[in-house]
């Protein structure tokens, strides 16, 4: 999992970290942002000190901040910067890293990987793993985010399911796949509870079926994965000032209308941004992938992440497997790109 | 029929509407986690019994404490503590210094360095593996600690500087001025002043970053290869790799692999929710 991605510039960045005080405080505030606000006056300063015509200190104000920067920059560039330039070089020879002498082959690498059927399988299924996931992400985020912020029942039963909701977020990928594989066991519980019921007559092969296999992962990541919504769903409905609702009262609308020209739109910028990074995180699942059905059987729950692994680490053909790698990251920035304009427009 | 009455009965109608969704919804999230803790009670036999029990007649804590008399297995939660630890440790030194000069200067770069910065938290980790292992391994730190430790900061780092920005530049300049006028340097004043004041943030990014390395996987696989390098999650699954499945043992380990982050959001439930919603919400 990664760290959220983050929005451009916000304009209130005194309230930035708000919601550390006040959890889902009232109007929760972005806390991404934050490197430009302090410009304006840092520029200030900076003039009237210009004006000393002190040389020297003058210098050596202009490296202080590369002072604090530095180890900064140094993981930067030796651990992002540098790995894209090798990945991208890797992608444009054969026989890399298993071999001393690589022959470059330019762009032919990737005719191959965008040619070969299981890659255009895994990336098909990736599609489908990842929109599921943030279709059904979004729409129990939401369905829970709004049963919890019901006035109908108390404070403290709200605040004891409200942490029973959010308990798949605590674990991890690895743990959420055993975890469902003890479930989904052909003799497992869940199989008994549906014989039981009488909804099935055979035991289902949830996680070894080719049908199934793909949707099985897809619901186990829908299920580990919606708490991030719902959470930030409800500060966003906490957020919708009351005023409006009573507006709304007053001109006659109905509980339905209420929800459709008030709620929805209010929230609709939380949604986009839920829903982008979302989907950057899930095109780049590898672990649940890879401890449920490990890209099987045959292939029917291949991901980008999974082909691209097993190409380098399992076929040792780091060249494909790097060409793949970078197709990835261009799908991811294409993404990112979206978001980053995405947050932009609405600071503008 | 009497309005009054009526519309009390609607909205007990709603309340148990709503409790019941609720139970559902608390039964769809929570009886896994529920059935993982049961199971790690149980002995293996009696995993797959038929009916199935949530409390087996074997109950006891047999697999926990094979868990613990295991050396190797020990050795898991051991090198998953120290990694995410000094990740943990060092994300936050660099975090609070690489915040402070973006929060506090102007500077040649600012911006192309602040989109970087962004960037690299879309980067997918499958596209960094490869040139990784070639480096580590280059650079002979293949299976050891820093292998981990320094992937694992390219991802938390982000996080961690952009949050400590938006900190510091809530807090008014006049604060490091007053310490710069009495003589100190800036470095004082943001170790004795600003750092105190932002300690609620500097938990809530302690915390994210430490549920990342606890958490992470593809690395901890590819950059390490001996058993006793291993960290929890690929530990588990090398248990699952065996051809005997110790089912009881595994969820043991997932509930102690779990304990961790566990206690983290019981205990600082505040600090946790507001790393997680960072990035998403928007007022």
Same mark, same amino acid.
């Given at each position: 999992m990664h760290a959220r991605a983050p929005e451009t510039a916000g304009q209130r960045p005194r309230q930035a970290f708000s919601n550390v005080q006040g959890?889902?405080?009232?109007?929760?505030?972005?806390?991404?942002?934050?490197?430009?606000?302090?410009?304006? @006056?840092?520029?200030?300063?900076?003039?009237?000190? #210009?004006?000393?015509?002190?040389?020297?200190?003058?210098?050596?104000?202009?490296?202080?901040?590369? #002072?604090?920067?530095?180890?900064?920059?140094?993981?930067?560039?030796?651990?992002? $910067?540098?790995?894209?330039? %090798?990945?991208?070089?890797?992608?444009?020879?054969?026989?890399?890293?298993?071999?001393?002498?690589?022959? +470059?082959?330019?762009?032919?690498?990737?005719?191959?990987?965008l040619g070969d059927s299981v890659f255009q399988q895994a990336l098909l299924n990736t599609l489908y793993f990842t929109g599921m996931s943030v279709l059904f992400h979004l729409l129990l985020g939401l369905a829970f985010a709004l049963l919890l912020n019901t006035r109908l029942i108390g404070p403290l039963p709200k605040a004891l399911f409200r942490m029973v909701y959010i308990l798949p977020w605590v674990?991890?990928?690895?743990?959420? #796949?055993?975890?469902?594989?003890?479930?989904?066991?052909?003799?497992?519980?869940?199989?008994?509870?549906?014989? +039981?019921?009488?909804?099935?007559?055979?035991?289902?092969? +949830?996680l070894s079926s080719r049908q199934l296999a793909l949707h099985t992962v897809t619901f186990i990541n829908i299920w580990a994965g919606y708490p991030f919504y719902m959470v930030s769903l409800l500060a966003g409905l906490q957020g919708i000032p009351d005023e409006l609702y009573e507006a709304g009262r007053i001109d006659g609308a109905n509980g339905r209308q209420l929800f459709r020209f008030i709620t929805l739109p209010q929230l609709t910028p939380i949604i986009v941004s839920l829903a982008m990074l979302d989907f950057i995180w899930t095109m780049q699942q590898f672990t649940l992938i890879w401890m449920t059905t490990g890209g099987g059987p045959i292939r029917a729950t291949e991901m980008l992440s999974t082909f691209t692994y097993k190409l380098a680490f399992s076929s040792y053909e780091f060249s494909l497997a790097s060409t793949s790698a970078f197709v990835i990251l261009l799908l991811s920035m294409g993404v990112a790109w979206f978001y980053v304009r995405k947050q932009r427009a609405s600071d503008e | 029929m009497n309005s009054r009455f009526s519309k009390s009965t609607?909205?007990?109608?709603?309340?148990?509407?709503?409790?019941?969704?609720?139970?559902?919804g608390a039964l769809f999230a929570g009886f896994p986690v529920l059935w993982m803790v049961a199971s790690s009670f149980k002995s293996n036999t009696e995993i797959?019994?038929?009916?199935?029990?949530?409390?087996?007649?074997?109950?006891?804590?047999?697999?926990?404490?094979?868990?613990?008399?295991?050396?190797?297995?020990?050795?898991?939660?051991?090198?998953?503590?120290?990694v995410s630890g000094m990740v943990t440790l060092l994300t936050l030194l660099v975090g609070i210094l690489g915040g402070y000069s973006f929060s506090r200067y102007t500077f040649f770069f600012k911006k192309p360095l602040n989109m970087l910065i962004i960037g690299v938290q879309a980067v997918p980790p499958i596209t960094l593996l490869i040139p990784y292992f070639?480096?580590?391994?280059?650079?002979? $730190?293949?299976?050891?600690?820093?292998?981990?430790?320094?992937?694992? %900061?390219?991802?938390?780092?982000?996080?961690?500087?952009? %949050?400590? @920005?938006?900190?510091?530049?809530?807090?008014?300049?006049?604060?490091?001025?007053?310490? %710069?006028?009495?003589?100190?340097?800036?470095?004082?004043?943001?170790?004795?002043?600003?750092?105190p004041i932002s300690l609620p943030g500097i938990v809530s990014v302690g915390i994210y970053t430490f549920m990342l390395a606890w958490n992470e996987f593809l690395f901890a696989l590819t950059l390490t290869k001996t058993t006793d390098m291993r960290t929890v999650p690929v530990g588990i699954q090398l248990l699952m790799g065996q051809h005997s499945y110790e089912w009881n043992e595994m969820m043991a380990m997932s509930v102690l692999g779990s304990l961790p982050v566990l206690l983290l959001f019981l205990f600082f439930q505040r600090y946790f929710i507001a790393g997680m919603t960072a990035g998403s919400v928007k007022g």
């Open positions: 959890l889902l405080s009232p109007a929760p505030q972005p806390v991404f942002q934050a490197c430009f606000p302090s410009e304006k @006056t840092a520029l200030s300063t900076n003039h009237s000190q #210009a004006t000393t015509f002190q040389k020297l200190p003058a210098l050596r104000k202009k490296l202080v901040p590369f #002072a604090y920067l530095s180890p900064t920059l140094l993981l930067l560039a030796m651990l992002s $910067l540098l790995p894209i330039a %090798m990945v991208f070089f890797y992608s444009l020879q054969d026989n890399v890293i298993m071999n001393k002498t690589p022959q +470059w082959v330019g762009f032919e690498n990737y005719s191959k990987i674990f991890t990928a690895t743990i959420i #796949a055993i975890l469902w594989r003890l479930l989904l066991n052909p003799n497992g519980v869940l199989n008994y509870l549906l014989l +039981w019921t009488g909804l099935v007559s055979d035991k289902i092969e +949830w | 609607q909205t007990h109608l709603a309340r148990l509407g709503v409790l019941l969704a609720l139970l559902l797959f019994a038929y009916p199935p029990r949530l409390i087996a007649e074997s109950f006891s804590a047999g697999a926990y404490l094979a868990v613990f008399t295991n050396a190797e297995k020990v050795r898991f939660f051991l090198n998953s503590y120290l070639s480096l580590i391994v280059g650079l002979k $730190l293949h299976n050891s600690y820093l292998a981990l430790i320094l992937t694992y %900061m390219v991802f938390t780092l982000s996080y961690a500087i952009i %949050m400590m @920005t938006g900190y510091f530049n809530t807090l008014p300049r006049e604060l490091d001025e007053a310490v %710069m006028i009495d003589g100190g340097s800036s470095f004082v004043a943001l170790w004795s002043v600003l750092v």
